[in-house]
């Protein structure tokens, strides 16, 4: 199997892209590393080995970056450390719940710190390493940053986040490249191959309270667990208002490592040259891709993913639910 990190700020979709990685045969998580985005890093942590506890797995998790590398720095740029409220309740903006709906785990992180067992790792690892980031890129970033030597050892970087059409957080903003745009230039920057999954390509794969009914009826652990994450998920976007035609919920995280696994469920991967803008103005955090016709640009930096096929996705997701 392909040795892969995940990065996490779990979160619901996060917990959901943790559980599709450990059931894949295909991939062999060799740690999970957990940064400041959806929560606070402390929380984030709790959650990521909740999902450990409930997976029963002994993969080791690595508390991450309490910081974005620099955004936080500029008074009013960003409001302290930016999280999302709701995001682990799926009731968005009402209720602030810390935790997602998994059991309490007596589990612990280790005693590293993720930057520097990523550098560490990566470093003397024998084969090549593909991570998957589905939170602030900030562990990546910083990694990057400390020794730029790992990026040899990387085999590729597949990254929920970024939006060209579509965007959540700001009027040109997806979430994750939002808390932290510094960290997510320095990975595109870094010479390392790198996958976008934006926003564009996981708001065409909405699930629904049918598809949470299909895995809560493969009657076990794991997959019951998605379900009712899918369903809380569906409840906190059906209150916004601009969602609720959809009658279900983006599971962003999951389809990046979907997208390991088969690439061909995301559809209309351009190869783009993507600046990220940390100008601080109103566009901060703005995927910004080259997309004119013109042969004198800037060579391509990323894949970038526009659109995504709904159906494949949410197959692929109960297939490998059913083996939890
Ligand atoms: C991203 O933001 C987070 O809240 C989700 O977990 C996902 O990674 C979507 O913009
Ligand atoms: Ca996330």
């Keep these: 199997p392909r040795k ?47 999902v450990k506890a409930l997976m029963g797995s002994d993969v080791p998790v690595y508390r991450g970056c309490e910081y974005p590398m620099v955004a936080t720095l500029t008074p009013g740029r960003k409001p302290g450390i930016p999280h999302r409220e709701g995001e682990m309740t799926g009731v968005r903006s009402l209720v602030h719940g810390d935790h997602l709906p998994l059991p309490e785990t007596d589990l612990k992180e280790e005693p590293e710190p993720a930057v520097t067992w990523l550098i560490d790792t990566l470093l003397h690892a024998e084969e090549k390493i593909t991570l998957i980031p589905v939170g602030p890129l900030t562990n990546i970033g910083m990694a990057i940053r400390a020794d730029p030597r790992i990026v040899e050892h ?41 996958t976008l999954v934006p926003l564009d390509a ?93 042969i004198d640009k800037e060579e391509p930096n990323c894949f970038f ?3 995504a096929d709904r159906d494949k996705f949410a197959a692929m997701l109960k297939n490998i639910l059913a083996r939890g």
């Design 4 to 50: 892969v990190i995940l990065d996490v700020d779990t979160g619901t979709d996060d917990a959901v892209a943790i559980i599709t990685a450990l059931l894949a045969p295909e991939l062999e998580v060799i740690g999970i590393c957990s940064v400041n985005g959806n929560r606070e890093v402390k929380l984030t942590t709790d959650n990521t080995l909740r």
């Design 202 to 294: 996981t708001h065409e794969c909405y699930l629904t309270v049918e598809d949470a009914a299909d895995l809560r009826a493969l009657g076990n652990k794991a997959a019951d667990a998605v379900a009712t994450l899918i369903e809380q998920r569906t409840k906190g976007y059906s209150m916004d208002a601009d969602m609720k035609a959809y009658q279900g919920a983006p599971i962003h995280d999951a389809l990046a490592v979907c997208a390991l696994l088969d690439p061909t469920v995301l559809t209309d991967v351009r190869p783009v040259c993507c600046h990220v803008d940390i100008s601080g103005g109103y566009a901060d955090g703005q995927t910004c891709l080259d997309l004119r016709a013109r």
């Design 154 to 194: 990387i085999e590729e970087i597949i990254i929920m986040g970024g939006g060209y059409l579509v965007n959540n957080t700001t009027p040109m903003a997806e979430y994750n490249v939002w808390v932290d745009p510094e960290s997510l230039e320095v990975v595109l920057q870094s010479g390392c191959k790198v």
């Design 305 to 307: 993913a526009f659109h």
